[in-house]
């Protein structure tokens, strides 16, 4: 089994279940590596001949999932099928022998739920030099993040899309807004649509999608000009062209949804919060 670590990662935890030589019982360990060296293979079983690894998980935040075990039938075996929570074992070292989970042979181990982190929240960090998600306190904090926890990034294109913290993902450039994913917000966007050929202001709340989604509309033509997550944004209007005589209208987006204020005939020049 080969394994990759950083050696100041103590937060990710292996989950493995082995049989101990060809007809040996099975263990189940949670362990740690603190540091390995590079090319050399290391054996996370008791080292007796004929052992093999039949389940293996790795949880950068300690996550323990549920399992459940299938066994072969055999004479006097009552309970072909049992459950087990990666939460009750204690968490190792690599070279721990681990806990029994069955003497008896075992046809199918199948996860049943994912389990969330043992060691509580993982503090995560965005570096914009190298567009990569880090937890060594390089760049921008965006929290900490339970298991169930992901990531919002939104385009200055008027796209977004959520994530999870893996340190594997990889983002594009044109990012607007990354941060900690709360489906509670409310944002207030102040776009033009191209189909309608109108300013609009709109305000929503934003539902976790792993694709990428638009909340201008499908024009591709239509425009992001400003996004807020102020409580209560008030938000000043600039006119041009024949409409530059108008003063600066300040709107209050809360209020202002459903009105009409702003015409599809006058010359939009710029807005700010």
């Not at 385009?155 to 990012?175: A, P, Q, V």
């Amino acid at each position: 089994m080969w394994l990759c670590s950083k050696r100041s990662d103590k937060r990710t935890i292996y989950n493995a279940i082995y049989r101990d030589g060809k007809v040996g019982p099975y263990y189940i360990k949670r362990f740690a590596v603190n540091g390995i060296t590079r090319d050399k293979e290391y054996d996370i079983t008791q080292g007796t001949a004929g052992s093999k690894v039949v389940y293996f998980t790795s949880n950068p935040n300690a996550e323990a999932e549920v399992i459940r075990v299938t066994l072969k039938p055999k004479p006097r075996l009552n309970k072909l099928v049992f459950e087990k929570d990666f939460s009750d074992i204690a968490i190792k070292g690599r070279q721990s022998m681990g806990n029994i989970l069955t003497k008896n042979d075992v046809h199918k181990i199948a996860l049943k739920q994912k389990g969330g982190s043992t060691l509580g929240g993982r503090q995560v960090w965005f570096d914009r030099d190298v567009l990569r998600l880090n937890y060594d306190n390089r760049g921008e904090f965006l929290g900490e993040f339970q298991s169930e926890d992901s990531i919002l990034v939104v385009s200055s294109k008027g796209d977004y899309y959520t994530s999870n913290f893996d340190l594997n993902n990889h983002y594009e450039k044109d990012i607007l807004v990354i941060e900690k994913f709360d489906p509670h917000k409310v944002w207030s966007v102040a776009l033009y649509d191209a189909e309608q050929k109108f300013y609009y202001l709109k305000r929503f709340q934003l539902e976790t999608s792993t694709k990428p989604q638009s909340f201008l509309g499908e024009n591709p033509e239509s425009r992001l000009i400003l996004m807020s997550d102020v409580d209560y944004p008030r938000f000043e209007v600039v006119f041009g062209g024949n409409d530059a005589f108008r003063e600066a209208l300040v709107v209050d987006a809360e209020e202002f949804i459903g009105s009409d204020d702003l015409a599809a005939d006058t010359q939009y020049v710029g807005i700010r919060v």
